[in-house]
């Protein structure tokens, strides 16, 4: 039943095929009867997993797998104190994780928060209220204004019916419905003028309508099945850290493998193995690398919120950083989703009007661009005064803003006529009103009757301009009168040169009446009117957004357009926008996209820039196409009909004004001032973000290198039982503290200078890119053998093995912590000021301070297995270990050596 077209049927037809009476409803029987076969008119949400089942998910982790070997390991060896604080980091990282999806996507449940509660429903000829749950096709249901829409419908009664489809279908504008069968088999959703949707809202009149479709079968319904049906892609940063885990475990197991080798052929006891395999696997596993990422992403997010952008999704904060599309929807987000009038055209005299939003304030500009008083212009003042006076809409100031109660395009002219200081109250005064003939839509026009200070009356009429030309006898022009039908042209030309801008057009008339004829039939009344203007109307681009724009450009970012508005007004606002840079600009509409398959389509979207009235499925395609040809997809909305293509993109980014709570609870990045250009602030807190993470990643890794290495050099190199020179829990201290201190405060780095002039990275780009690699392998190989020299001149000079290890410990720590002032630029230590981060400066220092105390208290002693050095052994330790920072630096700053 779902699949019939029911915009085509009669009501008759309709009523026929679903075996119900608009009289009396459907039969008791049969409502029970389709009750059974269609169930609840509710939408069905995803099976979920219990938090118990989600916690012990994040356990799968791979880098976790191995710290739990580890762990069972030291407890098989009663190292009971290594095996506790392994388990205590599994733990809290599993945790960290967990929370983290704990709060992920409720899309669903605010769809079904939309759905109505009750609504009026004809059984055995009387209305009932009835929950809305229990709708079944054929159901007569009654609507009026300010009803939530509780199923999809066929209107088969209307009056002045007018329904708010903006969440659905992503358009302002509100449709007049009507009950007239439509020929157009492939009408999309916001030309059925004859249906309602679930969860759209009446906002004016009152209408009867027979239910057509419940639960996951309305249009609601099958957005719910396509947020359930895709899957949330892993973000760029996900995908890197997940392949930085696997490489990492691979080395782990292979250096493991080494060396359990080459102990077996040495006949090496079995507890030395497992002791050196534990210390290896702790050495090479980044323990605080989950951790530490989602800190400084947490960080990061809290930047962000400071420039209103809210990240729902930690991953996301870094992912706009690598983003190469945005796909925006134009209404509400690079448009101000405020009617306007900019344009008139008067009596021949053409006019620009100023301004911004629904503000009374701007200017009226003549043909040649020059500032005019409108009053001293009479027939625009009398345009103006007509519009205000033929209007519902009211302009209300609430707070320290103003906003429209009414139709937007309505309220377009009444903010027109108060610019020059019109109001419809003030005029009432004077053109007292008699009549009101409001719009609908065969008439296509509005009309009121007032009656003017000289005691005559006067007829105002609004409307269609084509439909109101028609009706005139005469065209005001200038100070006479032309026949409207040897002078036609120049309004038609008119029509065509404000559409060729993509402006609304919306004319008005009068006619002067005699009290004898103000109670004429409106098919009498509505004629011989002198045709006096019209409005040129449309939903600007938001100014912001305009730099925005520019701004995506010259990162290499490229918009792209999609929209449910017709494909002449996306295209026009997408040049003025600077999306497209010529009327030759290909525009694929959702009919056009209809008739390409899924490998065609992938084949168009590099080369297009905006695509018209679109589906939600068709937003979820170009989505799917664009990152078929390896794009990082940023997709921005507001309404219902954006979730699932939020959902689906690398990152989904919501208006958090006008956005609906659908499209809120789907999205990963929520801009809270509906501010485009917020999005460029972000993309650049983005790219700092991944820049410092792949800065503490090199500051990690070097010390996992530098730990693995010095342990491997004293297995190979020292005849005989092999010496640990580190012990776990010291690795564990340098990982976690040690050098985790520091690296939490690379995450707050200021951004570097050329951050905004790269080019997207690619999104298969490896964290080792641009020599990061090698720069880790050389750096940490040094520090490894520069520990374990300075571990193995103290074995031989008679120091105990505690002493010596603790010699190890204090070498390593000593060199990170200068390590980690290069680490903070790709350039060179030299070029960047090494106090300008003083969070950094205080995160060394403390972390020294830590690490001693570590080494010259019992506490300490206990916990890690140190021992107190002498004040010349640690100031010789402190000297030797800033040389290969220092040393390194200087040989690629004096030869150029990028890969140093």
């Known amino acids: 039943m779902a699949a019939q077209k029911w915009f085509q049927q009669t009501v008759q037809t309709t009523l026929d095929f679903l075996g119900t009476n608009a009289t009396t409803g459907l039969a008791s029987a049969e409502r029970q009867s389709k009750q059974a076969e269609f169930g609840d008119n509710e939408l069905i949400s995803a099976a979920k997993l219990s938090p118990i089942k989600l916690f012990v998910r994040q356990l799968s982790n791979p880098l976790l797998v191995i710290l739990a070997i580890g762990a069972l390991l030291s407890f098989y060896t009663s190292h009971f104190v290594d095996a506790i604080a392994i388990s205590v980091i599994i733990l809290i990282n599993a945790l960290i994780s967990f929370v983290q999806e704990y709060k992920a996507q409720k899309s669903i449940d605010a769809l079904r928060d939309m759905a109505a509660p009750y609504c009026f429903v004809k059984q055995a000829g009387q ?144 507890p030395a193995l497992v002791n050196t395999s534990i210390s290896l696997a702790v050495a090479a596993i980044p323990e605080g690398l989950p951790t530490l990422v989602t800190i400084v992403l947490t960080l990061g997010a809290g930047q962000m919120m400071r420039n209103n952008a809210l990240a729902k999704q930690l991953a996301s904060v870094e992912t706009l950083g690598s983003t190469s599309v945005i796909c925006s929807d134009k209404t509400g987000t690079l448009t101000q989703n405020k009617m306007q009038v900019v344009q008139c055209w008067v009596a021949g005299e053409h006019y620009q009007i100023t301004g911004s939003g629904y503000q009374p304030q701007g200017h ?20 103006l005064s007509y519009s205000a006076l033929c209007s519902e809409a009211l302009l209300v100031e609430n707070a320290d803003r103003h906003e429209i109660q009414g139709l937007p395009t309505e309220g377009a002219i009444v903010v027109a006529a108060a610019k020059a200081g019109l109001n419809k109250e003030a005029l009432s005064q004077h053109y007292q009103p008699v009549q009101t003939h409001p719009f609908d839509a065969k008439r296509k026009m509005m009309s009121v009757i007032v009656q003017q200070p000289n005691g005559r009356y006067l007829l105002i009429v609004k409307g269609a301009p084509d439909i109101l030309l028609n009706h005139s006898e005469v065209i005001a022009f200038q100070n006479k009168h032309l026949d409207r039908m040897s002078n036609s042209q120049l309004i038609n030309d008119v029509i065509h040169q404000f559409g060729s801008q993509a402006l609304r057009t919306l004319a008005v008339g009068f006619r002067e009446l005699s009290e004898g004829q103000i109670n004429l039939p ?70 056009e996209l209809n008739r390409l398959s899924d490998s065609e389509l992938e084949k168009h979207v590099p080369h297009v820039a905006v695509f018209a009235r679109v589906t939600p499925e068709h937003k979820l395609r170009i989505v799917q196409a664009l990152q078929q040809n390896g794009e990082v997809v940023a997709m921005t909305g507001d309404g219902v009909n954006d979730a699932p293509a939020v959902r689906k993109a690398d990152i989904g980014i919501v208006m958090g004004i006008t956005g609906t709570g659908v499209a809120k609870e789907s999205a990963d990045l929520i801009l809270l001032d509906d501010n485009f250009a917020t999005i460029v602030h972000a993309v650049r807190e983005g790219r700092r973000i991944y820049d410092n993470i792949r800065k503490f990643i090199r500051q990690g890794l070097t010390a996992n290198v530098s730990e693995v290495s010095a342990i491997l050099f004293a297995f190979l190199l020292i005849a005989g039982e092999p010496l640990l020179t580190l012990a776990p829990m010291m690795i564990l201290w340098v990982n976690l503290v ?75 720590i000593f060199g990170q912590l200068f390590h980690v002032f290069d680490a903070r630029t790709f ?37 890690l297995g140190t021992t107190p050095l002498s004040l010349e052994h640690l100031i010789m330790v402190c000297f030797i270990s800033a040389l290969p920072t220092f040393i390194l630096s200087a040989l690629k700053e004096l030869f150029n050596w990028s890969w140093l």
């Open 738 to 812: 040690s050098d985790g201190i520091p690296s939490l405060a690379l995450g707050v780095d200021t951004a570097e200078s050329d951050v905004m002039a790269r080019q997207p990275r690619p999104s298969q780009e490896s964290f080792f890119a641009h020599h990061l690699g090698s720069r880790i392998l050389i750096r940490g190989l040094v520090m490894g053998g520069v520990s374990y020299s300075l571990f193995q001149v103290a074995i031989n000079l008679g120091s105990p093995i505690d002493y010596a290890q603790t010699i190890a410990f204090a070498t390593l």
């Open 364 to 383: 009226f500009l003549d043909d040649k661009g020059d500032q005019i008083e409108s009053s001293q212009h009479f027939h625009l003042t009398q345009l």
């Open 522 to 591: 409106l098919t009498e009344l509505e004629k011989q009117l002198t045709f006096l203007g019209v409005h040129g109307i449309i939903d600007p681009p938001r100014s912001e957004a305009i730099q925005a724009v520019n701004d995506c450009h010259s990162a290499g970012i490229r918009v792209v357009m999609i929209t449910g508005d017709h494909a002449i007004t996306a295209k026009a606002i997408a040049k003025k926008m600077g999306i497209i840079e010529s009327d030759e600009a290909e525009v694929i509409s959702g009919d």
């Open 127 to 270: 209305w009932q209220k009835i929950p809305a749950s229990q709708l079944v096709p054929g159901d007569i249901i009654k609507l009026s204004t300010g009803d939530i829409i509780p199923a999809d419908c066929r209107f088969i009664e209307t009056a002045h019916l007018q329904v708010d489809e903006s969440a659905l279908t992503g358009e302002s504008d509100l449709i007049n419905k009507n009950t007239q069968p439509i020929e157009d088999l492939e009408a999309s959703l916001g030309d059925q003028f004859n249906m309602g949707f679930m969860s759209t809202s009446v906002h004016h009149g009152h209408g009867v309508a027979i239910v057509v479709a419940t639960g996951m079968d309305t249009e609601v319904g099958k957005i719910a099945e396509l947020m359930q049906s895709t899957e949330n892609r892993l973000t760029p940063l996900q995908l890197r850290i997940r392949t930085l885990s696997h490489t990492l475990i691979w080395a782990a197991l292979i250096i493991v493998a080494i060396i359990v080798g080459i102990g077996l052929l040495k006949g090496l006891t079995l």
């Open 827 to 863: 350039s060179s230590l030299y070029h960047r000021n090494p106090f300008s981060n003083q969070l950094l400066v205080a995160a060394v220092l403390g972390s020294a301070l830590l690490s001693l105390l570590m080494i010259y208290t019992p506490f300490g002693n206990l916990i």
